[in-house]
């Protein structure tokens, strides 16, 4: 390849032989590049995604077999200490039970009750379907922090709005956020209402996935309540985006709900709205402990893609049976 | 005279009023006086309307730097994100080559991995690069997003493969083939994509909070929380007036394009 240039005296056949030879070369070299052009394409999203995606994952694992407090040039290699200290640890187990508590309000709130709305809107005629599928969607488009403060303010035992609408049913007032019960109810409520509006649209594309001839043919064999036809058809032929919206809920729900007890409740009162994502942060960035941090991480990760694996699963079999 | 009601309405209606119930609430404080936001609890309509709160905020706060602050973040993250995102569906669409479908798993299989398990090893990789409490630490970690790839991917995929095809005839390159024709079919869907990129950006927390504790770096989502710290939370007035500030941009960003949005997630193609 190199070097051809500066062989200035070739003989007339030598030179012919020369510009066959780097035609080829351009050849080779143009069908190389053909062959890592995708990869060219692709760079510039790869290389970031792995960067600080995947390598972070392999070194949170490292991370996890470590005593370290993150800033002490000491690293102590300490094998499973971090995973057996904290499958010992009493809060870590409450944080785990918090955190399965969390997954099934945010399961009625994001799973059970979008759907009915979604099916809801199916049931009326054009034009104020367009507008209630945009109207719900609305505080989807909120940060997550106004929705905290919107309802810290809401929420206030004294001259939040809330307490004073139940008063007017006879309802007394409720210790939204001071009390270990409701704290942690809060706190679904505020990520339930900020992602509500995009599992409303997500369940309701699965809902008018479904053929309306076998709705129809329902109708026929006598299936004609609402409910009747919910259970029987929409429910198993969307199927598919109820295992989406439900990995949706467990993982992203989790990892939502931290904003709110991050700003409102700091995992009180008494660790009662601590929760897995919540405990990892606190003992990062209040204490300090990166290896137990990086292993109660790895822990939720390991559930996390545990559920993950089993919709991919699901879906799959669901794919070839309907096939 | 039988008023019939429709259950699947009412449950409408609720949902509407539910979700309507804390912006109006929002700004309705954000508007009224002191005294009628601890006196009139349960009326919605500021009597009169007051800006005292909005004044307040902005005097009290560097609030016009936390929102250049989040506008230079969004902006930039979002241009980037559409950028890289082209490139990558691009190539996952119009190239055939071997670990094409693998790649696209990897690019997939990156939105499901939690934040908590990156947030650590992120911030120290940031740390050591002297990089804390400045746009890049919030910026770099984002410059490509799998959620951004998905739906390219499938706008892509709708193009009628006959016009590639002609535009080859005729000797286009790749290059020319992405700006001049693929771009180009699909650019409402880029918008709305882009959009919704931008939105996210905007709200985000999570991130901006492990890599910023500097006040003159804050994100508007970060400053929120100096309001209830600072203010010991008997200032509802300018707290709702921040948190009113904060959600016009995403608000009007959604307005602008919302047929489009609702449209790409409910054709996402989950099934």
Redesign the interface.
Known sequence: MGGLSYEPMASVPARRELEKKSEKDWVDRMKAFQKVKPFLYLAPALIPIALFIYYPLVKSLQISFLSWNMVSPNRKFVGMDNYSYLLQNREFWNSVWNTGVYTVLLLLLLLVSPFFVAYAVTRISGRVQAFYKSAIFVPTVLSLAVSSIVFLWLFNPISGSVNHLIALVGIPPVNWLSDPTWALISMVIITSWKTFGYHFILLLSGILSVPQDIVEAAKIDGVSSSMGLIRRIYVPLSSGTLLFVFVMTVVFGIQWSFVPIQMLTNGGPDQATSHLVFTVYQYAFQFFKSGLASAAAVLTFLVFSGLIVFQALVMERRVHYEN | MKIKV?P??L??LL??L???F??V??VS?ALKQTDQ??SD??NPIPLPVTLEHFIHAFNSSPLHRFFLNSFVVATSVTAFQV???I??A???TQ?V?KG?QA?FY??VA?M??????????????LSKWGLLNTYFAVI?????S?MG?FFLRQSFRTIPKALLESAEVEGAT?WQKMWLIVVPAVRPMIVAIGIILF?NV?????WP??VINKQNMFT???A??L??NSEG?TS?GP??AV?TL??IP??V??LLV?KH??SS????G??
């Open positions: 429709n699947w309405q449950l409408l949902s509407l539910l979700s309507f804390p912006l609430w929002m404080t936001i601890f609890f349960l950028l890289t995102s490139f990558a691009y190539a996952l190239f080559f094409r790649l990897v690019i990156s499901l991995i939690p934040v908590l398990v990156t947030m650590l090893p992120n911030y120290l990789l770099l970690p984002q410059l490509a799998g790839i790749d939105i905007w709200n985000e927390y999570f909070l492990m508007i989502p970060l929120l929380q309001f209830i939370g509802w707290m709702m948190a904060a959600s995403p608000i960003a959604f919302q949005i609702i997630f409910l054709s996402t989950v099934k």
